[in-house]
Structure formats: C-alpha cells, structure tokens
C-alpha cells in the first residue's frame, strides 16, 4: 500500500492540450491520485528543481 508520503505521481508532458487532459485523465481512472500535466517542456526543469 502507498503511503502519503509516498504517494505515487505521474508527470506528464505534451504541447498538446487534449492529449494531457485525455491522459491525466485515464491516470486518474487508473488509480493514479497525482497527475502533473506541463504543456510547456521548458517549465519541466524549474518544475523538478522545486
């Protein structure tokens, strides 16, 4: 079992709008509780430095 401090997350990184949202979306249904979406993969960088 998953803990919360170890909960499970997905990033997932597309310049297209509906792919991150139709893919967030069957994460989620999967049983994935967080699912990161960036459209913009020069904010990939800053995004796993913080």
Same mark, same amino acid.
């Given at each position: 079992?998953?803990?919360?401090? /170890?909960?499970?997350?997905?990033? #997932?990184?597309?310049?297209?709008?509906?792919?991150?949202?139709?893919?967030? !979306?069957?994460?989620? /249904?999967?049983g994935?509780?967080? #699912?990161?979406?960036?459209?913009?993969?020069?904010?990939?960088?800053?995004? !796993?430095?913080?």
């Amino acid at each position: 079992m998953i803990s919360a401090e /170890n909960e499970l997350s997905i990033l #997932v990184v597309d310049d297209e709008a509906q792919i991150l949202l139709g893919t967030s !979306l069957m994460l989620r /249904n999967g049983g994935i509780p967080v #699912v990161r979406i960036i459209q913009d993969s020069r904010e990939v960088l800053p995004f !796993l430095s913080s």
